[in-house]
C-alpha cells in the first residue's frame, strides 16, 4: 500500500490529508483470465471493425510476399488469430514481469507501447492508405484491450 500524503496550507494552517492507493497482487489465474478476455475483446472489435470496412469496400489485399504468388487477401480467421496471439504474448509477459521486476505495471506498460510502435512497421509496405489507417486502427485496439484489461487485473484505489 502507498500513501500519498498532501499538505494544504490554508490562512497558515498546515493539514495533512492521506491519500491510499492499493495495489493488489493479481493471481496466475487471475492474469489469465483477464488476458484472455482482454485478447476476446479486441478480436471482436477487430472482425467487427474489418467487416465494417468490407462493407465500404475498403480493399484487404495486401501485395504476394514473393515475386510472381498471387496477393494475400486477408481473413476474418487471420484477424481474430492476430488479435488472440498477442494477448497470449502478453499473458506471458505481466507473468514473467510479475516475477522479476518491482514495477511491473511499468514495465509492461512500456514494453507494450515499444511493441505496438514496432508493430506498425509492416504498414509501411504499399497498400493503399485506407487499408494502413484501418489496420493500424486494429493495432491500436488490440494493444488497448488487452493492456487495459491485465493492467485491470491490478489496481484497486480507495480516496
Known amino acids: 500500500m502507498r500513501e500519498i500524503v498532501v499538505t494544504m496550507n490554508r490562512k497558515r494552517l498546515l493539514t495533512k490529508t492521506k491519500l491510499t492507493m492499493e495495489e493488489k497482487t493479481a493471481s496466475t489465474k487471475e492474469i489469465i483470465i483477464r488476458g484472455l478476455i482482454g485478447g476476446a475483446i479486441a478480436a471482436v472489435m477487430n472482425i467487427a471493425i474489418f467487416l465494417i470496412s468490407k462493407l465500404t469496400e475498403i480493399s484487404f489485399e495486401l ?4 515475386e510472381g504468388a498471387d496477393p494475400v487477401s486477408l481473413k476474418t480467421s487471420a484477424i481474430l488469430i492476430a488479435s488472440v496471439i498477442p ?4 499473458i506471458l509477459l505481466m ?3 510479475k516475477r522479476l521486476s518491482k514495477h511491473h505495471l511499468r514495465s509492461f506498460t ?3 507501447t515499444g511493441l505496438l510502435i514496432v508493430s506498425f512497421f509492416p504498414l509501411t509496405i504499399d497498400i493503399p492508405n485506407s487499408t494502413r489507417v484501418i489496420l493500424g486502427i486494429m493495432h491500436i485496439v488490440a494493444a488497448a484491450s488487452i493492456v487495459f484489461s491485465l493492467r485491470s487485473a491490478f489496481k484497486t484505489s480507495e480516496i
Not at 501485395?63 to 514473393?66: D, G, H, N, R, V
Not at 494477448?87 to 502478453?90: F, L, N, R
Open 87 to 90: 494477448s497470449i504474448a502478453a
Open 63 to 66: 501485395p504476394a510476399m514473393k
Open 110 to 112: 512500456l514494453i507494450s
Open 95 to 97: 507473468l514473467l514481469l
